[in-house]
Structures are given as C-alpha cells and as structure tokens.
C-alpha cells in the first residue's frame, strides 16, 4: 500500500523493463526539462518529437544530453503529435505526453479514429490526480477536476471504473470513494446527491467493483472522522477516503488548486481512459508535480 508519492519509486524498481516515455512536440523547454530529469532518474526512456533545431537550441542552452534518445524532426505541431500518437499506438512507447502543443491538438491526435489510442471507440477521458497531504493519514486521489465539465450519471461511472482500475494498477486495493456533495442527505433538488446515491447503491450490488463507494458525502464527512461522529454518519468511507469523486469540474478544480497552493501537498496527475497513460501538465505545475506525474504514468502495469 502506498504512504507517499515517493513509494512510487519502489513500484519502478519492481519492473522487468523500464518505460518509454514519448514527448510530442518536444521543443519545449518546461516539457523537456521534466522528461529529462526522469531519464536521469531512471524512471523512463524517451523519445522526442519535434523541431530538432529548436531542441538542439534548448538541449545546448540548459546542458541536457540527448545523445542517447531518438529524436524525430517535425516542426509542423499537428503533424509531429500524430508521429507521437502512433508511437504509443504501435507499442513503441508505452506513455505520451504533451509538450509544446494546443490541449485541443494534442487531444484530437488521442482520440483519432484511425490511429489514436481509443482503438476506435467512444472513449471517456478523464483527469486523475494523487496528493500527499501532511495533515490527511493516507495519500488521497481526486477526480474529475480537468477533463468532463458536468459530467451525467453515465459518465460518473466511467471517471470511477478509469480512477479505480488505474488505482489498482498502482497498488492501491479496493479504494475507498467518496461521492462528494454539499451535504450529506439526498435531496431531489441536487442532482448531484441523487446520481451519488445511485451509484452507492450500483455499487453495493456488484455493478460498480473492486471499491466501495458511499454518498452523498460532504467534503469534511469524506476526509475527517471527527466530522462523522459530530454528524452521526456511519460509513466505511466517511473519513477515510481513498478517492474523493466531484459533481462537476469547478468543485473539483477548487479544491486541486486549494490542496497545491495552501496545503503544503505534493502531487501528481495524469489522463485516464487512453489506452496508455497520458501526462498533461500546466506551465504552471510545480517541476516536482511534472517529475510525480511522469512517475505515475511510469508505474502503471
């Protein structure tokens, strides 16, 4: 079971084989840094795509070594997050991530019809995240704060069996989730205590599996036990959360952004629901929340 972000490192050295890690449009200096500093971390192999002048400029001008990767030319972005895309698609690589790319490129290349990695379906994405809080007893996962902006019942299930198939994959057993409200109580009004009622009940009868889920749960109920007793809840997840699931993008994102900037947390976060694991970063991501998440995407079997 894992206590902290950096017993990551210990599920590396666990694999037979390390992962390939391909950058598209790797003429960025933030992206590459981040690449670069998990290669030297033993923690990927790497493959470039992009300007070759503009990364020999910045591999010149920060001293990064690229001698040992295969770097492939394209200064044409559109173009060079296809190359990319394939890479990870034909096995070649077993991450992507985007560098120097619009989000919206980037995402039109992964859930491409012919060569993308939805293999050709329908695919839900979704935007999971892991933090290292000091004053919260385990590491605890949020999703969705980035990717479904009001997601419908259907699609809470989806951001769930992505979140918690993934969490399995990092040695995180039968999770604990909370579907989160602003109160505890289904109330007809809220339709976001109706669908967590729903999907509590879904999964006390089989068809949600490998977690346990209970809600509607206010934010405090889910992560304080103290709470829960002032309150009265009985719950196997109630205060003890593995994994907290938002109504919808903008209570989620609130909270991201309150645990990176005020809580003193550290984090990582990938996308979900590719066929690979895919990294996203922000410029604004911290350079240690960059390598956290390239070592999420690293560790997943």
Request: positive net charge; contains cysteine.
């Amino acid at each position: 079971m894992l206590k902290k972000l950096s017993d990551l490192y210990s599920l590396i050295e666990k694999q037979d084989k390390k992962k390939k890690l391909v950058l598209a449009v790797a003429d960025d200096h933030h992206a590459l840094d981040a690449v670069y500093n998990a290669y030297k971390k033993g923690i990927v192999d790497l493959i470039l795509v992009g300007n070759y002048a503009e990364i020999k400029n910045l591999s010149e001008k920060y001293s990064y070594d690229l001698s040992s990767f295969e770097i492939i030319d394209e200064s044409n972005k559109k173009k060079a997050t296809q190359i990319a895309v394939q890479i990870v698609n034909s096995k070649r690589a077993d991450i992507l991530m985007k560098g120097n790319v619009a989000t919206g490129i980037f995402l039109g290349g992964v859930l491409n019809k012919e060569w993308g990695l939805t293999g050709g379906k329908k695919s839900l994405l979704s935007h999971y995240s892991i933090f290292e809080i000091p004053n919260y007893h385990k590491l605890l996962s949020l999703t969705d704060v980035a990717m479904n902006i009001a997601p419908d019942l259907k699609e809470k299930i989806g951001i769930i069996n992505n979140s918690v198939n993934f969490m399995n994959k990092i040695s995180i057993k039968n999770p604990k989730v909370a579907m989160i409200g602003a109160v505890e109580t289904v109330n007809p009004k809220m339709q976001a205590t109706v669908d967590a009622a729903l999907i509590a009940k879904m999964n006390q009868r089989n068809q949600i599996r490998n977690c346990i889920i209970d809600g509607p749960l206010a934010f405090d109920n889910a992560i304080s036990k103290e709470s829960t007793i002032h309150k009265g809840i009985k719950s196997n997840v109630a205060g003890d959360a593995d994994l907290l699931v938002f109504p919808n993008i903008e209570s989620g994102n609130v909270i991201y952004k309150a645990l990176s900037y005020f809580a003193n947390s550290k984090l990582a976060a990938v996308i979900l629901g590719a066929s690979a694991p895919i990294v996203l970063t922000s410029r604004s991501d911290s350079e240690e929340a960059k390598l956290n998440s390239i070592l999420l995407a690293a560790v997943s079997k």
